[in-house]
């Protein structure tokens, strides 16, 4: 049985990694890899009850995760429907490419830890589009928003999905991840920023001589704008406020706070005609999200958990530890890991593999896991959701992002891991 689950699940984790040249969504890989491996579990055990009870609790847990997802996603949907971001954009003004690319990193690398890194990406290259004329500057923009979002996102409990992850399932803590991560974050997005910019240095922006239509949106008052946007991110930055004070589930506040948003959005705009109001109800915005990547997370989580279930992710656990020996190392290369196969899989898989008895909320292994996991994605541009949304916006070829920006990423990516266990070693 143990031969044929690793056999499905490693088929399974080649279709999803090979998404883009199978032509096959990945979503599809996920949910037939998960099925499979139920199935084979349930014939070969034949004790029914355990496996319902091992399936209904893994389904809790995959469901707190699926519902937070899915409340986060539709808030910064409504919020991009009322040009709420515009607050930000429409305030960044400069001449020379270099100071733009600075605005850009640090615009980026906050937004994220606030919204989600995909969010980001898509809201920043809509306004590099707007800001310059070049696609090749636009393409080395590209390059650096992916490693700012990335970044930005992993020191934040709601940044990144795989620092939410591990935030519900309790092996982080907000307050102890965001001191703890933020100098590595922040240093990896810093040392290609700087190296960046000077390149570009001496060289003037280059804006379009017609302006692009940031998206395509209703049209909304200032008020609106500010109203929604105000709301959403304060919604976001509330959930996990509220956690520590409830001792709710995060999903319970996303949910929460969706609510809020909606009942607003409704009196807001309840004397509109329905046609002027459409396009910015919750009923939308609801369609509007990306429902196959929230799929493509109930597949996976729910294929890890077989392996969880049946002990093969604990001794493969104690094959590293006996093999590398050093938890520092082992978790380095998890993260390089990510750069190739999507990093969701590959935390739900270490999430099963080190037991939370022996390796406590906030301890060495979960932190850095959360810094290697979220960040090593940026070396390749398949490597996260952040760099596949930047390559299908600003038609980015994946040499091309590989001889420019990848070494950039790698040299950031070390800076960060030398960062984080030298502030560890100073201050445990």
Known sequence: MLTALVIVFVIAYAAIA????????????????????????ALSTGDHQLVSEQLGESLMGTAQIVFFLMGAMTIVEVVDAHNGFEVI?????TTKLSTLMWL??????????????????????????????????RLFFAGIIVI?????????PIGDVTTTMLW??????????????????????????????YILRGREVVSPTKAVEFGHHAKTTRFEQNLMFTMGIGILVAVPIFKTVT?????????FGLGILWLTGELLHSKKEDEAKEHLTLVRALKQIDMSSIVFFIGILLAVATLEHTHILTNLAKWLTQTVGREDVIVTIIGMVSAIVDNVPLVAASMGMYSMAQYPPDSFLWEFMAYCAGTGGSILIIG?????????????????????ISGLALVGYFGGVAAYIIQYRLFH
Do not use: C
Request: cysteine-free; aromatic content about 10%.
């Open 18 to 41: 090979l998404e883009h040249p199978l032509k096959v969504n990945k979503s599809a890989s996920a949910l037939i890899g998960a099925g499979l491996l139920w199935t084979i579990y």
């Open 89 to 93: 954009t429409s305030r960044i003004k």
């Open 104 to 137: 850009i990193g640090f615009v980026t690398f906050f937004l994220s830890s606030v919204l989600d890194n995909l969010t980001t990406t898509i809201v920043m290259i809509s306004l590099i589009k707007k800001l310059l004329d070049k696609h090749d500057d």
């Open 148 to 156: 700012s979002a990335n970044a930005g996102g992993a020191w934040s």
């Open 168 to 197: 519900i399932g309790g092996q982080i803590t907000t307050l102890a991840i965001m001191k703890g991560v933020f100098i590595a974050a922040m240093i990896n997005m810093l040392v290609p920023l700087a190296i960046t910019s």
């Open 247 to 255: 001792h709710l589930p995060p999903f319970m506040g996303i949910l």
């Open 384 to 404: 996260s959701a952040a760099g596949v949304a930047a390559m299908g916006l600003e038609k980015i070829h994946f040499f091309w992002y590989v001889k420019r």
